[in-house]
Nanobody, 117 residues
């Protein structure tokens, strides 16, 4: 079993920045992608950004140009650098890992990001 441990959430003012990190509890083979999703109160969970094993990245339109995803393949970690944060970015952010041919999906426990003055 793999655990994904997130860190870096918190309270930030509009226009501010945060960095989220996610680390896997062990080295994972055959990773297809790692990424970040978010869920705001009363809304469905949505993709924020993900990065494929070959380095291709994918972003939600609402965060393009503001968020950057990066990954350390050797350490099985994925980071999300968030700049120019807006109140509508407020949500619980979840780390995601997609592995193998089936595939198997792992989720972190979530970290709260609140953007408010």
């Amino acid at each position: 079993q793999v655990q994904l441990v997130e860190s870096g959430g918190g309270l930030v003012q509009p226009g501010g920045s945060l960095r989220l990190s996610c680390a896997a509890s062990r080295i994972i083979d055959s990773i297809n992608s790692m990424g970040w999703y978010r869920q705001a109160p009363g809304k469905e969970r949505e993709l924020v950004a993900d990065i494929m094993s070959g380095g291709y990245t994918n972003y939600a339109d609402s965060v393009k140009g503001r968020f950057t995803i990066s990954r350390d393949n050797a350490k099985n970690t994925v980071n999300l650098h968030m700049n120019s944060l807006k109140p509508e970015d407020t949500a619980v952010y979840y780390c995601n890992c997609n592995t193998g041919k089936t595939p198997t999906i792992y989720w972190g426990q979530g970290t709260q990001v609140t953007v408010s003055s």
